[in-house]
């Protein structure tokens, strides 16, 4: 029933340990977003993707990498992950102009 | 001029009552309205959303009114619920080049007391 489904839910690397986090959607929707929401915080928008073309947010750090496959997969690789990485990171879609649905979220804990 | 400013941060609402959620934007180009509740552990989910031609609109508990000229909306929940209890947060969008884009108020912790 799932429709945006992210793995895996908790995530723990050790500091400068690259780390690859997973997002599969069964919607078929041409865009697909990654989000850092940090604790008690908004979610921030880190990049996106429409299709194959890639859209990073200007201050997305380096660090951050994102890639798609295909339509129904996208990764977000932390190259050199940091103790101010250790976030709850969001994958969403959208078919419809605004309407995003959001997966459950990975928490990734840097130790 | 991106932001989108909530509040409050935090609400406590007896058992019943109306919970009000307040939003303000400066971007004229944002086009669409959701409102995301979030609990905790989970990703947000889409609870309801206006366009900027309506004033509001009601789903169920929940209701969105929406004043243009003033760049304000807000979120009733009538009949507050321990089940409401979460954070939620409005965010705005505008059409950025090929996709949407949401940006988010900073969010208001509701709690729903017996």
């Known amino acids: 029933d799932a429709m945006v489904i992210q793995n895996p839910r908790y995530q723990v690397t050790q500091f400068g340990k690259p780390v690859t986090l997973s997002c599969s959607q069964t919607l078929n929707h041409n865009v697909m977003y990654w989000y850092q929401q940090k604790s008690s915080q908004a979610p921030k928008l880190l990049f996106h993707y429409y299709d194959k073309d890639f859209n990073n947010e200007a201050d997305t750090p380096d660090n951050f990498q994102s890639r798609r496959p295909n339509t129904s997969f996208c990764f977000l690789d932390i190259r050199s992950p940091g103790l101010g990485d250790a976030a709850m990171y969001l994958c969403?879609?959208?078919?419809?102009?605004?309407?995003?649905?959001f997966g459950s979220g990975t928490q990734l804990s840097v130790l | 001029q991106q932001q989108v400013k909530q509040s409050p941060q935090s609400l406590i609402v007896q058992k019943g009552g109306i919970s009000i959620i307040n939003c303000a934007y400066e971007n004229t180009a944002f086009d669409y309205f959701p409102w995301y509740q979030q609990f905790p552990g989970k990703g947000p989910a889409l609870l309801i959303a206006?366009?900027?031609?309506?004033s509001e609109k009601k789903e169920g508990r929940f209701t969105i009114s929406f004043n243009k000229s003033a760049k304000q909306f807000s979120l009733h929940i009538m009949d507050s619920q321990p089940g409401d209890s979460a954070t939620y947060f409005c965010a705005a969008s505008s059409r950025g080049g090929t996709a949407s884009k949401l940006t988010f108020g900073t969010g208001t912790r509701l709690q729903v007391t017996l």
């Open positions: 206006i366009r900027p031609d309506v």
């Open positions: 969403a879609t959208s078919g419809t102009v605004g309407k995003l649905f």
